[in-house]
């Protein structure tokens, strides 16, 4: 059974940084791709960012220039570098693991975490 954690969430002023990291355990990720999204209350849950195994990067243009996904496939973990983060960007961050490594194929996604809440405040 894989299983995905997130961690590194919290509370961050407008303008600061956070780094979010994912570890699986159950499965590896050769050949996957990896990729972050965010939900808020209401709302569908929405793309931020995906890498492939070929290390390719995909991000929303909400977040281009300002996060950066990276992979550790010895360590079996994904990250999430955020910076320059404002309020709009508050949201539950889920990463997943998209088996067929197609990366921007929000259907491919088929192993999630359980989220970590990201709150900037202004």
């Known amino acids: 059974q894989v299983q995905l954690v997130e961690s590194g969430g919290g509370l961050v002023q407008t303008g600061g940084s956070l780094r979010l990291s994912c570890a699986a355990s159950?499965?590896?990720?050769?050949?996957?791709?990896l990729g972050w999204f965010r939900q808020t209350p209401g709302k569908e849950r929405e793309f931020v960012a995906a890498?492939?195994?070929?290390?390719?990067?995909y991000y929303a243009d909400s977040v281009k220039g300002r996060f950066t996904i990276s992979r550790d496939n010895a360590k079996n973990a994904v990250y999430l570098q955020m910076n320059s983060l404002k309020p709009e960007d508050t949201a539950v961050y889920y990463c997943?693991?998209?088996?067929?490594?197609?990366?921007?194929?929000?259907?491919?996604?088929?192993?999630w975490g359980q989220g970590t809440q990201v709150t900037v405040s202004s």
């Open positions: 890498i492939r195994w070929s290390r390719n990067t």
């Open positions: 159950g499965r590896t990720f050769l050949g996957t791709a």
């Open positions: 997943a693991v998209d088996p067929r490594d197609r990366g921007d194929d929000y259907g491919s996604y088929t192993w």
